[in-house]
């Protein structure tokens, strides 16, 4: 079976992590290797695609049965992890879904204990070792923690930037790596594992639901080896500063005000589909529907307010948003209109 080429960007210490699993029971790892496509010359060049890694650790947790192949003294059956994901499904909020995660986890095996908190404004998910891991340290850390922040961005449909990453081996080869899979700043030779990331995404609702879970568990895997696209947290922000003050709002002002570089921000819309334009006539359409329903105001003076220079101008814009001039939404059933514009 020929393979298409892949970028190379997982380390091929991971592989070798898991064909460790498949020697430890005395099973043949080439059927598990044919099928991701990966070659010796691959394994010799220290890196191998994403995809193909991703099919040969679905394929070996399948095949050994084993979720966490070779990491743990005791196998975590194939849907150990989507038991843990279902029993956080009915949860308020991100928070009250991760400490249920954890708290689950750690029913599956004593090899570590995973926790969650806060400290100095960030939340952590926490990974302490109660055994000796040996050679599978390292990718069973990576993956657990990989995994927890996967689910995490799934659950509550967003993408969770990571601040900091800490682990408690040397810095390996391959830590090019760590800056792809996690972000933020890495660090090596630390006490325990652990991802800090803003505390402020706990409060965001799980939205997923039960259907959801059963379409997602159908490819599972690249929830943890992928990165989450959509940053609902960021894009709350970004659309407050802007109905706080949309006029004067350039891209370099919202950067400063966000604490991120223009770069990050251009890179974040582009991922939302949006662009400054799109989000600033978002901002003025609310704030001109709030103002409009204050029927002391002058339309000028709501026109002013919103940022046009005339009007007319605001009231052909209006239009745009809403379908209705300024006075026929004035006058009209604001509660709808406001549902149609947003």
């Known amino acids: 079976m020929d393979h298409p080429p892949h970028r190379r960007e997982i380390p091929a210490a991971f592989v070798h992590a898991i064909l460790r699993a498949y020697a430890v029971r005395a099973l043949d790892c080439c059927p598990a290797l044919h099928h991701a496509g990966i070659k010796p010359a ?124 800490d682990f408690p081996f040397a810095r390996p080869d391959h830590h090019a790596a760590y800056d792809r899979m996690f972000g933020g700043r890495v660090t090596f030779g630390a006490g325990f594992a652990q991802i800090a990331f803003d505390a402020g995404y706990l409060a965001l609702p799980v939205l997923r639901d039960d259907q959801a879970l059963r379409q997602r568990l159908q490819a599972a895997i690249p929830l943890m080896a992928r990165q989450y696209r959509q940053d609902r947290l960021l894009s709350q922000r970004i659309q407050r500063l802007f109905e706080r003050d949309a006029s004067s709002m350039d891209m370099g002002r919202l950067a400063a005000e966000l604490g991120i570089s223009p770069r990050s921000l251009q890179r974040h819309l582009q991922d939302e589909g949006t662009s400054l334009i799109a989000l600033k006539s978002r901002a003025r359409a609310r704030l001109a529907q709030e103002l409009l329903l204050r029927r002391d105001l002058p339309i000028k003076r709501v026109a002013h307010m919103v940022g046009y220079r005339s009007e007319s101008s605001f009231s052909r814009a209006f239009r745009s948003w809403t379908g209705l001039t300024p006075l026929e939404y004035r006058q009209g059933q604001p509660q709808q209109i406001v549902r149609k514009a947003s």
Not at 110 to 134: C, F, M, N, P, S
């Open 42 to 165: 691959d394994l010799a060049g220290g890196w191998v695609g994403l995809q193909p890694f991703e099919d040969l650790s679905e394929y070996a947790m399948r095949d050994l049965d084993d979720e966490a192949p070779g990491w743990f003294s005791r196998r975590l059956p194939w849907g150990s992890y989507g038991m843990l994901l279902r029993a956080s499904l009915p949860s308020p909020d991100l928070s009250v879904a991760l400490r249920r995660w954890c708290r689950h986890h750690n029913l599956l095996t004593e090899d570590i204990r995973v926790e969650t908190g806060l400290d100095k404004g960030r939340a952590y998910v926490r990974i302490h070792q109660t055994t000796d891991l040996g050679q599978a340290q390292e990718f069973a850390l990576v993956s657990v923690l990989r995994n927890v922040h996967g689910i995490s961005c799934w659950l509550a449909d967003s993408r969770i930037p990571i601040e900091q990453a």
